[in-house]
T-cell receptor
Framework: EAQVTQNPRYLITVTGKKLTVTCSQN?????MSWYRQDPGLGLRQIYY???????DKGDVPEGYKVSRKEKRNFPLILESPSPNQTSLYFC???????????????FGEGSRLTVL | GESVGLHLPTLSVQEGDNSIINCAYS??????FIWYKQESGKGPQFIID?????DKRQGQRVTVLLNKTVKHLSLQIAATQPGDSAVYFC????????????FGDGTTLTVKP
């Protein structure tokens, strides 16, 4: 089954304790991206990757890191989480529609993170 | 900067009626638009897309209309069903924007039985 898998789905942590949210897709998609979703603010892009070893900042990259060592995986790293990073996070993947443009996004089920 | 906005945050319709969800975008250079549906507790799911060289595209019970003159996008759902209750987002892609997708705030559709 074609899918994007995120782990963990739920996590409560404390300020400053490094954490990684994993994302894996089995569709051989080149493009992957991370979003956070907050009430009243919609989906905001954190980082994206057009292909292996190619990553770029989205609209809200501060406090996050990513890596793309393999095509299927795109982990999101919070080196020193803070309470303002409490949010619902979504990973998504897509084929490339054009040189820069992703096609339809396939989303994971989301990871709800609470930072105390 | 670019933005994609929805006219109404909520919409309530009677089961069986048609629904129209609207979206305005600000960048006339936008190439590609997508509508997503997000059910409670789930990730967004693709509904339908349209490229900027088209005015209309139809799917199963859904139609997307694109009016480039006024930079307006709409999603029409025919014979709305309770299972259509969800949050609907429009998303905008620009070929010159190197991989960035911009999402609107979402419209919550509630279908009354």
């Amino acid at each position: 089954e074609a899918q994007v898998t995120q782990n963990p789905r739920y996590l409560i942590t404390v300020t400053g304790k490094k954490l990684t949210v994993t994302c894996s897709q089995n569709m051989n998609h080149e493009y992957m991206s991370w979003y956070r979703q907050d009430p009243g603010l919609g989906l905001r892009q954190i980082y994206y990757s057009m292909n292996v070893e190619v990553t770029d900042k989205g609209d809200v990259p501060e406090g996050y890191k990513v890596s793309r060592k393999e095509k299927r995986n795109f982990p999101l790293i919070l080196e020193s989480p803070s309470p303002n990073q409490t949010s619902l996070y979504f990973c998504a993947s897509s084929w490339r529609l054009g040189q820069y443009m992703p096609g339809e996004l396939f989303f994971g089920e989301g990871s709800r993170l609470t930072v105390l | 900067g670019e933005s994609v906005g929805l006219h109404l945050p909520t919409l309530s319709v009677q089961e069986g009626d048609n629904s129209i969800i609207n979206c305005a975008y600000s960048n006339s250079a936008s190439d590609y638009f997508i509508w997503y549906k997000q059910e409670s507790g789930k990730g967004p799911q693709f509904i339908i897309d349209i490229r900027s060289n088209m005015d209309k595209r139809q799917g199963q019970r859904v139609t997307v209309l694109l009016n480039k003159t006024v930079k307006h996008l709409s999603l029409q759902i025919a014979a709305t069903q309770p299972g259509d209750s969800a949050v609907y987002f429009c998303a905008e892609n620009l070929n010159t924007n190197a991989g960035k997708s911009t999402f609107g705030d979402g419209t919550t559709l509630t279908v009354k039985p």
